[in-house]
């Protein structure tokens, strides 16, 4: 990579903050295991849980606004940094699922600032065709911690389970530090002297307002945002069946299901995202999605197989495999979600761009993972899996169509820019 001074200052800090983010990505992983055993949630409990992270995402709206009409990021990375993230602390006092719950709470709606703020660092300090590999770069330093952070909170844990309030404590400390050191990064970013808001209604309407102004008025961004919508209805559907399957069906302890949910299944975008990053650079982001889907939809079909032996210790080294094909295709994805809003918003502000992609998720998030839970009572964990395959493929294949249209597009105005430039020169020869 060529980089200036000030990407290289800001490659620095994201890199920084990454690793003590790693700690707090790795409570995100094993939070629903840790729920299931130590806490002793119900079906319906998980299912609330895994919904968490979705649903604070419709703050992002909220956040978005505000990004758009303020000059600094610092002063939110440090609230979050404090608010946010150390008041996983109190984890040191909880004696039920519902202690646990209000505290996470708090922790994602703090959460779904970090995005769209984040896009803006990208946006705004580093050039687009560094983008994609550095963010790479960043995501491989929070997996490798994710990973080690896992295996030895997995080991831990089957000696005591009770130490999981400490492991969460730890884990509050290093995301504050990780949040102070984003806010270190200096961002030269455009502010409107107009309040973001200034009467009680506009609180409400102007951020809905806004989002679907960014949807109207940007047609592939609008396309691009509906295949995702049907890929995290997917990916949402399955996530109360996890623990299910991984606890009651499988009879894996902490160590084995942290080893195929938060391990085996970070060693794709260990390796792979920094090429999935500089691969990203290069793409349009509706053919890389398409690929990413495609690749993800692997994953239930192989959870699928594994149905088939269980009782048999085949079962289990499916269930890892398909851990790790998940893995290779969010090498792709993280990088996809987190920052294909920048490709769309062009020379506008990808504050709220981010935020509308945030939003939608949870929106989804309402109520995708109740739906998954009711097909797995209904029908079985069995057609939950089929029904993911189906939709993971259907998003994969409107994602390519997408490509094509906007390829068509740029062709067309390659060529109309190419017949004036020649018209040009008819009139006034110049070389």
Known sequence: ?????????????????????????????????????????????????????????????????????????????????????????????????????????????????????????????????????????????????????????????????????????????????SALIMALIKVRKDSSREKAFTNLKQLFIKPIARMLEVLKQNRDYAVFQRNFFIYGMAFMMILPAIPKYLIDYLNMDYSQTFLAKAIISQVGILILAPIAGKVFDNKNPAFFTSLTFGCVSLYPLILLISSFFIGHPFANYFVYLAFLVFGIGMSGMIIAWNISSIYFAGDQDVSMYQSVHVTLTGIRGIFAPFLGLIVMKLFGIRTLFVITILLLLLASALSYKLYLAMDKKKFKLNLHGRKFMIYLRKIFPFS
């Open 1 to 177: 990579m060529r980089l200036n001074q000030v990407e290289k200052r800001t490659f620095f800090l994201l890199m920084l903050a990454s690793l003590f983010n790693g700690f707090v990505f790795s409570s995100f992983q094993i939070q629903d295991i840790i729920a299931k055993k130590a806490l002793h949630a119900l079906d319906w409990q998980i299912t609330l849980l895994v919904m968490l992270w979705p649903i604070s995402n419709l703050f992002s709206i909220w956040w978005g606004k505000i990004l758009e009409h303020s000059g600094k990021l610092s002063g939110f990375f440090v609230l979050t940094g404090f608010a946010g993230r150390l008041c996983l602390l109190f984890m040191l006092w909880i004696n039920s699922f519902y202690h646990y719950l209000i505290i996470l709470i708090i922790v994602f709606s703090f959460n779904s600032f970090l995005s769209p703020a984040q896009n803006s660092i990208y946006q705004i300090n580093i050039k687009q065709e560094n983008r994609g590999i550095i963010f790479g770069y960043t995501s491989s330093l929070i997996t490798l911690v994710m990973i080690l952070a896992s295996y030895i909170a997995g080991r831990i844990l089957d000696i005591n389970e009770s130490w999981f309030r400490y492991i969460f404590a730890f884990v509050g400390i290093m995301g504050c530090i």
